[in-house]
């Protein structure tokens, strides 16, 4: 099983086809050679084994992070 936590996009890497990536204060650089649609800084991706696999709804990201907090919280 494999859990994807929303990332947002915060900056752009044409030359290596890669972008940075936010998720829950850890940012880090993946690869969207697997996903060919534009994408945007402010964008909401899910991340598989450190590629873009889909980009997904602001809204249904904006939900599952918060979600995600209040489990860790919950377990702090």
Same mark, same amino acid.
């Given at each position: 099983?494999?859990?994807?936590?929303?990332?947002?996009?915060?900056?752009?890497?044409?030359?290596?086809?890669? $972008?940075?990536?936010?998720?829950?204060?850890?940012?880090?650089?993946? +690869?969207?050679? !697997? %996903?060919? @649609?534009?994408? &945007?800084?402010?964008?909401?991706?899910?991340?598989?084994?450190?590629? $873009?696999?889909?980009?997904?709804?602001?809204?249904?990201?904006?939900? +599952?992070?918060? !979600? %995600?907090? @209040?489990?860790? &919280?919950?377990?702090?």
């Amino acid at each position: 099983m494999c859990l994807s936590v929303p990332s947002q996009i915060v900056a752009l890497h044409d030359d290596e086809f890669a $972008v940075t990536v936010e998720s829950l204060g850890v940012r880090r650089k993946v +690869s969207r050679h !697997l %996903y060919m @649609e534009p994408l &945007e800084v402010g964008d909401y991706v899910l991340i598989h084994i450190g590629f $873009v696999m889909n980009k997904i709804d602001q809204d249904d990201a904006e939900q +599952s992070l918060a !979600l %995600y907090q @209040e489990i860790v &919280e919950s377990h702090a």
